[in-house]
């Protein structure tokens, strides 16, 4: 049977996109765990730009965010982190 890591890699290199997410999955799911840095202008114009771009070439991207609950955003992806709870 199939544990829910077994799939993940932790800080994967996106080589058709020369980024670095915090998790990736073998299902093309890209995890970014966004801080307080994600907040500031040039951060956010990079990160929607690198996140399109994923978008485009068929990865699923997940923003987890440091100023939103954190149970209250796995709850929003069951089909990805299952009934995973802090």
């Known amino acids: 049977q199939r544990k829910a890591g077994d799939d993940w890699k932790k800080d994967a290199f ?3 996109v020369s980024w670095l ?3 990736f999955s ?3 799911i890209c995890v970014f765990c966004d801080g ?3 907040d500031e ?3 956010r114009a990079r990160d929607a730009a690198v996140r399109r771009q994923l978008r485009g070439q068929g990865y699923r991207v997940i923003v987890i965010r440091y100023d939103q609950d954190l149970d ?3 709850r929003q992806y069951p089909e990805v982190f299952g009934g995973a709870q802090r």
């Open 14 to 16: 996106l080589v058709k």
């Open 21 to 23: 997410s915090d998790f």
């Open 26 to 28: 073998a299902h093309n």
């Open 36 to 38: 307080a840095v994600h």
């Open 41 to 43: 202008p040039e951060q």
């Open 72 to 74: 209250e955003q796995i």
